[in-house]
């Protein structure tokens, strides 16, 4: 496993169908090593907190395997990395593979899996199609935010290396799943709950489910 991309940007205006539209997600590739602290990367920054960024959202990650995916889906030449908005395009790491909570180090640094991406509209504008929105839902091919435990440098080529298995946690697919495709899964979404490396905001949500599927069963 390891980076095969570090990507980084600082938020700017662009204009989608006559609007100003501002946004981080259009990344660039860059050799330079990056100091990695507990909100961001170095040279790096989200465009609006109310939804990015934060200590669960410092990190985006995405797998460089899916890019031909996307590519052949959507009928588009060769992407860029960081066309994805992806801080890390990454190699050796799936969502049905990585568990919520699992630890990677890259050098001195320590990112722990805290929740999948959820695609909003910018993607849909980067990706210069709304079929991208659906495409990544119903592929669950998000990519996954990290939350830094152990700030330090980090750039492109740098091995990664696992640091601490939550065997027991929910995969980051199965997580998005829950949340778009299978939305009633009652043993499911208690599992997902109770995973306390999970986000606060998808826990929150999948114990709201919980609550209303509960009440439904005993009326």
Known sequence: MRVHALNISKPKTIVYKGEEVFTGIYKV???????????????????????HGGVDKAVYGFPFEHYSYYQEKLKQDSYETGQFGEN???????????QIGDRYRVGEVVLEVSQPRSPCYKFAIKMETAEALSLCINSAKTGFYFRVLNEGFIQSGD??????????????????????????????????AGCNSLAKVWRDEFENRISKLATKTSQ
């Open 29 to 51: 590739p860059t050799i330079e090593s990056r100091m990695v602290r507990l909100l961001n990367i170095d040279g790096d920054e989200q465009a609006d907190l109310t939804v």
């Open 88 to 98: 890390l395009t990454t190699e050796g790491l799936l969502e049905s593979d990585v």
């Open 159 to 192: 091995r990664v290396e696992v640091d601490y298995s939550n065997t027991n946690a929910p995969t980051v697919e199965e997580v998005h799943r829950l949340y778009y495709l299978d939305k009633k899964n009652i043993d499911a979404l208690t599992k997902a």
